[in-house]
């Protein structure tokens, strides 16, 4: 049994018995990566890295996905690192999804250079300068660019993706531009996009984007993907996704990365 520290409870993502430790009061995990996760799609005995991995909940979301992967987790604030780690044991996923206490932008010196199949990341979405920042420092660094830039996520990326490795994210819509820019800038080149509206009528708020290190130009635009229908209620594929009917497990929390 883990022992849970002050503010701290077990959720069960209700995907083959996996379960993940959040705080009350901090960061939890949303909506955005359960979308990430699906979309990223491992491939068998994919060598994984989650990049900015907070809960952990990401590679454990792969991992449910694709048991044979193997994976590493960076996270730069210690205290979420080690409650990830800690995810991990629960799990008994030590030795398979292993958490390191880090910074992207220092990938150099904690992974190895061109190992890896498939990167992913759910970046801070909140840009450097353009919004207000959130008091609680777990919230902050989450959702605003003071630590994690998606030029820092694309860099890093190129390190450890050998040629043909993915890059997949979830970023913004309106900023759909300087995520592909960041992207090239870092010889990833754009594969798969795919626009995520919360209602059919209503304009896209976010993307699930797909680069692939040193690949040929030719993008894919893959059908948007609705959340909710007019009544309010989650859509057919969003159930799919979530592979529950008719209620799909809580995020347990903020239901998106705002």
């Known amino acids: ?32 990566a359960v979308l990430l996760s699906h979309f990223a799609a491992p491939r068998r005995r ?25 994976a590493d987790a960076v996270e ?3 205290d979420m690192a080690e409650m990830a780690a800690r995810s991990m ?13 880090g910074d992207l932008r220092d990938i150099r010196g904690l992974l190895p250079h ?40 694309a860099r890093a990326a190129a390190w450890l993706l050998h040629g043909g490795g993915r890059l997949c994210c979830v970023f913004p819509a309106a900023r759909l531009l300087e995520l592909i820019d960041a992207l090239r800038a870092c010889r ?23 680069a692939m290190l040193d690949a040929r130009p030719g993008m894919i635009a893959e059908p948007p993907l609705i959340i909710y229908t007019p009544s309010g209620a989650y859509t057919e594929e969003m159930n799919r996704i979530y592979g529950l009917s008719p209620a799909p497990v809580s995020p347990c929390a903020e239901e998106m990365n705002p």
């Open 46 to 70: 994919d060598r994984v890295c989650d990049l900015g991995t907070g809960t952990g909940v990401i590679p454990l979301l792969l991992y449910a996905r694709e048991d044979t992967i193997d």
């Open 188 to 210: 990833l080149e754009p594969k798969r996009l795919r626009l995520v509206h919360s209602r059919a009528d209503k304009a896209a708020h976010l993307c699930l984007a797909e």
């Open 114 to 153: 061109g190992q890896y199949d498939l990167v992913t990341c759910n970046p801070p979405y909140g840009k450097a300068g353009g919004t207000l920042l959130n008091p609680a420092q777990s919230k902050r660094l989450a959702r605003h660019e003071e630590t994690c830039a998606i030029g820092d996520v």
């Open 76 to 78: 730069i604030q210690p």
């Open 1 to 32: 049994m883990t022992d849970l520290k002050q503010n701290e409870r077990i959720d069960d993502l209700q995907r083959n018995g996996l379960r993940v430790i959040q705080r009350t009061d901090g960061f939890r995990f949303g909506t955005d």
């Open 89 to 101: 044991a629960l799990n008994g996923l030590a030795a398979r999804i292993r958490v390191h206490a």
